[in-house]
């Protein structure tokens, strides 16, 4: 069901590479509720070709940007507001990419230049989306800016390696550029700390299944889908969210609150573990 929550709002979306992706799902939202907007991703992903579909299904364009590249990104900008006529009134920063977890290097000997190239795709690239949004009068007063995270960056979970250090800083910079973003433009900038998914980025990380299947059975409400975070990122660019500012909010079936469950200890139990 549609309520017009993104009537005449014009976004940019980063991050939809196939009909999995978590930004796949907030585009077909946003198209639902009344949103133009424009399509990014890298180069390389655009390869792939599956946005193509996305972008008829949604009547949008695509424009290819590296989000660690500044001049590609404003470039990007100019085009899309261009392209919608305007300032823009929601971005999606949806991006997120280890060349340390996709080899499968253990983390106490993790490879710098890999770690370096996991911050600025996963992290700093936040920074650079709104530096420059900033620097060009982009986005419109009481815009939102929402990237996604995942509670590796509070607490262990031993295999997301170099990420956990990419999703903590980009929730920093989520509070920080917030701070100064607010202050100048009220733009609103939030982090959606989103349950394990199934898409290309998720099932990168090493025993993702289990992991998985883990935080469903610790969840009350079981994992959150892509869709159900689509729904989240469409409140948060929505004027209904409009004194939200600065904060990671947790779309994780309430995984982020919990200890250990029966489902859990049943399962332990089930498989003898329990004595
Ligand atoms: N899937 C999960 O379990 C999960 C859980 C919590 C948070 N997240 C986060 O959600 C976000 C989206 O990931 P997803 O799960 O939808 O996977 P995905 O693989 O579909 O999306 C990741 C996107 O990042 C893009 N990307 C990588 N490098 C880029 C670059 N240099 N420039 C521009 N784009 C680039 C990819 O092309 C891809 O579209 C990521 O930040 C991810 O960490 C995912």
């Not at 960056?153 to 250090?165: A, C, E, G, L, T």
């Not at 004194?243 to 079936?253: A, F, P, R």
Request: one cysteine or more; a negative charge.
């Amino acid at each position: 069901m549609a309520y017009n929550l993104l009537k005449g709002k014009r976004g940019i979306i980063f991050g939809a590479l196939d009909e999995n992706s978590i930004a796949w799902q907030v585009a077909l939202k946003a198209k639902e509720e009344g949103a133009k907007f424009v399509l990014s991703n890298s180069p390389i992903a655009l390869r792939k070709k599956d946005i193509f579909e996305l972008a008829k299904t949604t009547e949008s364009q695509v424009i290819a940007a590296d989000v660690t590249e500044v001049s590609e990104l404003e470039d990007l900008f100019e085009e899309s507001m261009k392209i919608l006529g305007g300032q823009i009134d929601f971005v999606l920063h949806s991006v997120g990419m280890s060349p340390n977890v996709r080899k499968n290097i253990p983390y106490p000997e993790l490879d710098y230049d890999y770690l370096m190239k996991t911050l600025d795709v996963s992290a700093i690239s936040l920074h650079k989306v709104l530096s420059v949004a900033k620097k060009m009068d982009a986005i419109s007063e009481w815009g939102s800016v929402v990237t996604l995270s995942y509670i590796a960056s509070q607490r262990v979970f031993s295999s997301y390696s170099d990420m956990s250090q990419a999703k903590a800083m980009l929730e920093s910079i989520v509070r920080q550029f917030g701070y100064h973003y607010g202050i100048s433009k009220k733009v609103r900038i939030n982090a959606v700390s989103q349950s394990p998914t199934k898409t290309t980025a998720g099932t990168g990380v090493s025993g993702f299944n289990a992991f998985y299947n883990y935080a469903d059975a610790m969840s009350p409400l079981g994992n959150a889908d892509a869709s159900s975070c689509s729904d989240v990122c469409v409140f948060l660019f929505s004027d209904l969210s409009r004194m939200i500012t600065m904060q990671t909010i947790y779309n994780d079936g309430g995984f982020s609150m919990m200890g250990i469950s029966n489902k859990l200890i049943q399962q332990y139990i089930d498989c003898g573990c329990g004595e």
